[in-house]
């Protein structure tokens, strides 16, 4: 069974400093990878995806993940967080179903703190 | 991308009583999703919706707690029946179209039980 460690609760920075949220993740296969955002009382907006290819890959409001298979992680990174950036961050991996789609497993989140 | 609609988006309810949670998705979709977010933890799945078959259960839900219709390609409804304090939680719909790697959301029901 495939699982997603996350091992921030919790990162404080300060606003137009550099991010990097940890995810680590264990699946037999390929994975297909994915970062979440959640804002308070919003839903969840995803940030970025991998399935295969070039192993960095962008996303939108300037995010960027890279996967490193010989590490088992997909780490998340802003080069300049902005406070707008605060939020609940999920990694997730996901199997692929045989009748279509992706069933995900979701880390426990880390909460981003922006201080300005 | 697909929109996903689900309502209602916020509830009270009292002990030993039952509420359903409709999802709407406004393109057709394969699979639907039903998640649960209890207070400061992550989303666990609670079954799998594939339109035409019975709903797949995640460990730890059972059908007979978590009842889920799929009548059709856009829409799946979740019931938390006989609520607990303990079944407070955000409850949230997904969906993936067949070919459609990327898993949508919808905003959530927030369901708070006394």
Redesign the interface.
Known sequence: AQSVTQPDIHITVSEGASLELRCNYSYGATPYLFWYVQSPGQGLQLLLKYFSGDTLVQGIKGFEAEFKRSQSSFNLRKPSVHWSDAAEYFCAVGAWLTGGGNKLTFGTGTQLKVEL | SAVISQKPSRDICQRGTSLTIQCQVDSQ???M?WYRQQPG?????IA?A?QGSEATYESGFVIDKFPISRPNLTFSTLTVSNMSPEDSSIY?C???????????????TQLSVL
Do not use: D, H, I
Not at chain 2, 41 to 45: A, E
Not at chain 2, 94 to 108: I, R
């Open positions: 979709v394969t699979m999703f933890q992550s989303l666990t799945l799998t594939n949230l997904s969906a993936t179209g067949p070919y459609n790697e990327k898993l949508f959301f919808g905003s959530g």
